[in-house]
C-alpha cells in the first residue's frame, strides 16, 4: 500500500537577483518548494507572509503549484508570530524552508524562532528526505564538503534547505499565470526590533589567510582537500556543562569572536 | 468494352478522389483556426506554383524538367482523358492531344524512374519506388487505349485481351493518380501541396517576399494555448502544410543537425507531423530516421501531446532555427515555425527548456541579459570610447543597438571597431547604454514567448522615447528580431546590418580606406543575416573594397551552413556525433583561405571555438578598422616630418 503523503508546508519569501537586485523567487526557498514537490507531488502547500500584489511570487507557482497562500502583511511586519499562528493548527508535518532571505532583515533566524515556539525539532541543511515510517522521519542533512548525516526526526520538524539541497525546477509561465494566490488577512503586528534597528551596509566577512605552506602539487592537492582541520582544537568528552561552557567561552574570546 | 469500362474506372476512381479530399479536408480542419484569403489564395495559387514553387525547383534543373514534363502531361491527360474517355468525345483532335500528353508524361516518368535506379539517401523509399512504375502504367495504359480514338489504331484492335491488360493498367494508374492523391499516397503531395499554396500561413513569401520573423503569441487571452501540444494546436494550414511534403529530403540535406548526427530530421519531423494528424504509429516512413532513433518506436494521434509519444523533446531542441530546411524546401513548408511552437509549449506549459535553458531565461527575466551579468555593466567595454548615449542626446541619425555582445570580451572588439568605423566616417551616431536590453530573440526561439515579449516591450518603449533614422546592429539576431519581431508589437524600425552600413559609408565615400593585408579571405554568411534577411551582397560588397577576392564556399549564400549557435542550440546543447561548428571549419579550410569573415557574434564565438590549427576568425568590422586610412592622421605624419627636419 501506498503510505499517505506527507502533508508538507513550504515556506517562501521574495527574492533578491544578486546581480540586478530584481525581486524574483528565493534560490533556497525555491529549492524547499522544489524537495516539497518531490515529497508530496502537489498536494504540497507553500506560504508566504508579505504582499500577495508581488509578481515575483508567481514564479513559485510556475514551478506547478496550482496555489499558494499569502498572509497579507505590508513590508516591515514580523511574519513570526502570523507563521506561528498559521502552523500550530497547520497539521503540517514537514515545514520546509530556506535558510535565509535574500531581501528583508535577512538574519537567517526564522527557521530556529519558529522551531522553539512550536516546540518542533529543526532540520538545518535538509538534504533529502529518505523516508517517513510510523511518525519518524529518516534524512539526509548537508554538512561541509559533501558530507551528509543520517538523522532520524519525529514528525512534525521544520528543516532549512540550503544550496545542497535539490536544484529548483524551472518555473514556467503558464502554470504560473493560471496558479491561485489565496490571501489571508492577518493581524498585523509591527517588527519593534526592525523599526527600531538601522541597518548598514554589510561588509564582506573576513577570510583567514591562508598560507599555502606546500611545496609540491601533491602536498597542494592534500592541502585543498583535505578538512577544514584548525588543528588546534581539542575534544571534551564527559566533561560537566560548567567545564563545556568555559571551555567555549575561553575558545570565543581567544578567537576574539567576544570581548 | 473498353468504352464501357473506362467510364466506371474513371469515374469511380473521381468520386473516392473527392471524397478522400473530403476527408482530408476535415483532418486539417480540427487544426486552429487561422485567417486564410480563401477565395484570393485559390487565385494565386497557380501563378504560386509556377513562379515561386518552380523558382525553388529549379535549382535542380533535372527535377525540375523532369516534373515539369511528368506533371504538366499528367494535368493535361488526366482532364483529356475525362474529357475523351470519361464523357466519350472520342474526338480525333483531342484524341491526337491526349496522346500527346501521354508521351510527355511517359517521357518524364522514365527520368523518375531513372532517379529512383540508385536514389540518393535523401530521397524516401516505400510507397515511392512504387510512383515512377505507376506514372508510367497510367500514361502508357492511356496512350494505347487512346490510339483508336486518334484513328491510329482500328476500335477493336487486340480484341478483349489487350482491352483487359488496358483495364488494369488505367485501375492501377487512376488508384495511384485520381484517389492515391487523397487518400494519403505519394501523390497526396500534388494536392494537398496546390492546397497549402493556396491558403500558406506566410503568403507574403510568394513573389519574391520575405517573411520570416516569428508569429506572436497571443498572451493577453488566458484561454489560448501557449504553443503546441497536440497536434491539433497548430493552426489547421499549418498542418495541410504537413500534408504537402513531397519527401524529397532537400531539408535533411541542408540540415546542419542532421548532419552531426543529432536526432533531428525536418523530413521526418514533417512526416510524424503528418503521422500526428492522421493518428498511427512512424513505422511506415520510408526515408532517413533521426540519427540515433530507429523508427517505428514513436506513434500519435490529432488529441495526444506530441512531445514523447510521437516526436522526442531533443529532437526539437537540435534545431538551430538556421532556415536552411526552409529554404531549400520545394514545397515551401515552414519547419522552423513547427518547432518552435512546439518549444513554446515545453517552456511555457512544462517549464521544460533543457540544460541551460532554464538559467539563461531566468537571467533574462532578472537582469535583461542571458549571461546573468550585472545590467549596470552594460557599457563598461566602451567606457573609454567616449559614446553619446541617447538619452542625453534625444535624437540622431544612427542608433547603435550594441547587443549582448556587449559582455562578451571577444565581441567587444568587433564592438570597438564598429565605433571605430562609425567614429572615422563621422557617423552622428549614439548608444542606448544602460537602457538597452536583450532582443528577446533567444528568448522567443527558446520558447519564451513571454519574457520575449516582455523584453520587446520595454525595448520598444524605450525607443519610443527617443527619434532616429536609423537602427544598425552588429548582431544579426538583434537585427532581425528588431527589423522583424518587433513589428507586431508596436515597433516598426528601419534597421541595418552593419555590414550594409558600412558598404552604404564605402559606396558614399565616407572612408578612406587602405588594402587588407592578410591573406586570403573566405566568407561566411549568418543565418540570421542571410536566409532570414536576403543580405548577401553587403558583406561581400564591403570585403571588395578592402581589396579582397572572396574565396567562396561550397555552401555560401543561401545554402550557407549554420555555425551552430543559433535558436539557443548551444544552450539546449543536444548532444550529436560531431559539433556543427567543426563541419563548418572544414568547409571553410577546404577554400584554403586562412582568414574567415563574419558578421555575427555568434559565429564568432561557434567558430573560435572550433581548436587550433584552423584559419583565423574575424568581424568585418575588424577587417574594415584594420584597414582604416585617418586623413588628419596623415596630416600629423607630415607635421612630424616637418619638424624632424
Redesign the interface.
Given at each position: 500500500m501506498q503510505p499517505k503523503p506527507l502533508n508538507v508546508l513550504c515556506l517562501v519569501s521574495i527574492g533578491a537577483?544578486p546581480?540586478?537586485g530584481?525581486a524574483?523567487r528565493a534560490e533556497q526557498d525555491a529549492r524547499a518548494v522544489e524537495l516539497g514537490l518531490r515529497l508530496a507531488g502537489e498536494q504540497v502547500q507553500v506560504l508566504h507572509a508579505g504582499n500577495a500584489e508581488e509578481e515575483a511570487l508567481r514564479a513559485y507557482l510556475?514551478?506547478?503549484l496550482s496555489e499558494l497562500s499569502v498572509l497579507q502583511q505590508p513590508d516591515g511586519a514580523d511574519a513570526l508570530p502570523v507563521l506561528f499562528d498559521y502552523l500550530k493548527d497547520s497539521g503540517a508535518q514537514l515545514v520546509l524552508t530556506g535558510s535565509q532571505a535574500e531581501t528583508g532583515e535577512g538574519s537567517g533566524m526564522l527557521p530556529y524562532l519558529l522551531a522553539e515556539q512550536l516546540g518542533w525539532p529543526l532540520v538545518v541543511g535538509l538534504a533529502e528526505v529518505e523516508k517517513v515510517e510510523n511518525g519518524v522521519a529518516q534524512v539526509l542533512q548537508a554538512l561541509p564538503r559533501g558530507q551528509r548525516r543520517r538523522l532520524q526526526v519525529r514528525l512534525p520538524f521544520l528543516a532549512s534547505v540550503d544550496n545542497a539541497a535539490p536544484v529548483a525546477?524551472?518555473?514556467?509561465?503558464?502554470?504560473a499565470?493560471?496558479g491561485t494566490l489565496w490571501t489571508d488577512e492577518v493581524h498585523v503586528l509591527d517588527d519593534d526590533l526592525l523599526s527600531n534597528a538601522s541597518f548598514q551596509p554589510a561588509r564582506p566577512r573576513p577570510k583567514r589567510l591562508k598560507v599555502i605552506k606546500a611545496k609540491t602539487g601533491a602536498e597542494r592537492m592534500k592541502a585543498a582537500t583535505a578538512k577544514a582541520a584548525g588543528g588546534g582544537g581539542q575534544v571534551l568528552k564527559d566533561v560537566s556543562a560548567q567545564e563545556g561552557a568555559e571551555a567555549i567561552f575561553k575558545l570565543l574570546l581567544e578567537e576574539g569572536v567576544i570581548r | 468494352m473498353l468504352n464501357t469500362l473506362l467510364p466506371i474506372l474513371l469515374f469511380a476512381a473521381l468520386l473516392l478522389a473527392v471524397i478522400g479530399a473530403g476527408k482530408r479536408f476535415f483532418m486539417w480542419r480540427r487544426g486552429r483556426a487561422a485567417q486564410v484569403d480563401w477565395l484570393g489564395g485559390l487565385l494565386a495559387m497557380p501563378k504560386r506554383y509556377m513562379v515561386d514553387l518552380h523558382h525553388v525547383v529549379a535549382r535542380d534543373k533535372y527535377i525540375a524538367n523532369t516534373h515539369v514534363a511528368t506533371a504538366g502531361g499528367f494535368v493535361l491527360a488526366a482532364v483529356l482523358a475525362i474529357v475523351v474517355h470519361g464523357f466519350g468525345m472520342h474526338n480525333r483532335i483531342l484524341g491526337v492531344a491526349l496522346l500527346g500528353a501521354c508521351a510527355l508524361m511517359f517521357v518524364g516518368a522514365l527520368f523518375v524512374a531513372k532517379r529512383r535506379l540508385k536514389p540518393p539517401s535523401r530521397l524516401s523509399k516505400g510507397p515511392w519506388m512504387r510512383l515512377p512504375k505507376s506514372l508510367l502504367m497510367f500514361s502508357a495504359s492511356f496512350f494505347i487505349a487512346t490510339l483508336p480514338v486518334a484513328g491510329i489504331l482500328p476500335a477493336d484492335f487486340g480484341g478483349w485481351i489487350l482491352a483487359l491488360v488496358l483495364a488494369i493498367g488505367v485501375a492501377w494508374g487512376v488508384s495511384e493518380l485520381f484517389f492515391g492523391m487523397t487518400w494519403g499516397g505519394p501523390m497526396k503531395h500534388a494536392f494537398a501541396g496546390a492546397l497549402h499554396l493556396a491558403w500558406h500561413r506566410r503568403a507574403e513569401r510568394f513573389g519574391g517576399g520575405r517573411s520570416t520573423g516569428l508569429k506572436a503569441l497571443d498572451l493577453s487571452n488566458?484561454n489560448a494555448p501557449?504553443g503546441v501540444e497536440k497536434p491539433t494546436d497548430f493552426t489547421w494550414n499549418q498542418l495541410l502544410g504537413f500534408d504537402a511534403c513531397v519527401q524529397c529530403g532537400k531539408c535533411e540535406a541542408a540540415c546542419p543537425a542532421f548532419a552531426a548526427g543529432q536526432p533531428l530530421n525536418p523530413k521526418k519531423l514533417i512526416q510524424d507531423m503528418v503521422v500526428g494528424l492522421a493518428g498511427g504509429t512512424d513505422a511506415k516512413f520510408a526515408g532517413s530516421p533521426y540519427p540515433g532513433k530507429p523508427v517505428g518506436e514513436h506513434s500519435g494521434g490529432p488529441h495526444q501531446p506530441i512531445v514523447n509519444g510521437l516526436v522526442d523533446a531533443d529532437t526539437l531542441w537540435s534545431c538551430t532555427t538556421c532556415r536552411a530546411c526552409v529554404e531549400e524546401c520545394p514545397m515551401m513548408i515552414e519547419h522552423v515555425d513547427a518547432i518552435v511552437d512546439m518549444r513554446r509549449h515545453l517552456?511555457?506549459?512544462?517549464?521544460?527548456?533543457p540544460n541551460k535553458?532554464?538559467e539563461v531565461?531566468?537571467n533574462l527575466?532578472?537582469?535583461?541579459n542571458p549571461g546573468?551579468?550585472?545590467?549596470g555593466g552594460r557599457l563598461n567595454w566602451a567606457a573609454d570610447l567616449n559614446l553619446t548615449l541617447l538619452s542625453d542626446k534625444k535624437n540622431c541619425d544612427v542608433l547603435f543597438w550594441v547587443g549582448d555582445g556587449a559582455f562578451d570580451m571577444r565581441n567587444q572588439r568587433t564592438l570597438r571597431a564598429f565605433v571605430n568605423v562609425l567614429k572615422a566616417a563621422n557617423v552622428d551616431f549614439a548608444v542606448l547604454g544602460l537602457e538597452e536590453r536583450d532582443s528577446g530573440d533567444v528568448a522567443r526561439r527558446l520558447g519564451?514567448?513571454?519574457?520575449f515579449q516582455s523584453l520587446a516591450k520595454r525595448n520598444i518603449a524605450t525607443l519610443g522615447k527617443y527619434s532616429f533614422k536609423r537602427i544598425v546592429s552588429c548582431d544579426p539576431h538583434s537585427f532581425h528580431v528588431l527589423k522583424n519581431e518587433y513589428g507586431a508589437l508596436g515597433g516598426n524600425y528601419e534597421v541595418l546590418h552593419h555590414s550594409t552600413f558600412i558598404a552604404e559609408l564605402i559606396a558614399a565615400g565616407k572612408l578612406n580606406l587602405g588594402q587588407h593585408k592578410g591573406g586570403s579571405v573566405t566568407y561566411h554568411d549568418p543565418c540570421y543575416l542571410g536566409r532570414y534577411n536576403g543580405e548577401y551582397e553587403a558583406p561581400r560588397d564591403v570585403l571588395r573594397a578592402l581589396g579582397i577576392e572572396v574565396k567562396e564556399m561550397q555552401r555560401s549564400g543561401f545554402r550557407s551552413r549554420c555555425c551552430g549557435g543559433g535558436g539557443g542550440a548551444p544552450i539546449t546543447d543536444i548532444p550529436g556525433k560531431q559539433r556543427i561548428p567543426d563541419m563548418r571549419m572544414v568547409d571553410i579550410k577546404e577554400t584554403g583561405a586562412e582568414l574567415v569573415a563574419v558578421g555575427c557574434p555568434q559565429c564568432t564565438a561557434m567558430l573560435e571555438g572550433v581548436v587550433e590549427p584552423r584559419p583565423q576568425i574575424k568581424d568585418i568590422a575588424e577587417l574594415v578598422a584594420d584597414v582604416l586610412l585617418e586623413a588628419p592622421a596623415a596630416v600629423a605624419v607630415k607635421r612630424v616630418v616637418e619638424e624632424v627636419q
Open positions: 537577483h546581480t540586478s530584481r524574483r510556475g514551478m506547478g525546477r524551472q518555473s514556467a509561465f503558464g502554470p499565470r493560471r | 488566458p501557449l517552456t511555457l506549459e512544462k517549464g521544460a527548456t535553458g532554464a531565461l531566468d527575466i532578472a537582469t535583461d546573468g551579468f550585472n545590467p519564451d514567448e513571454a519574457t
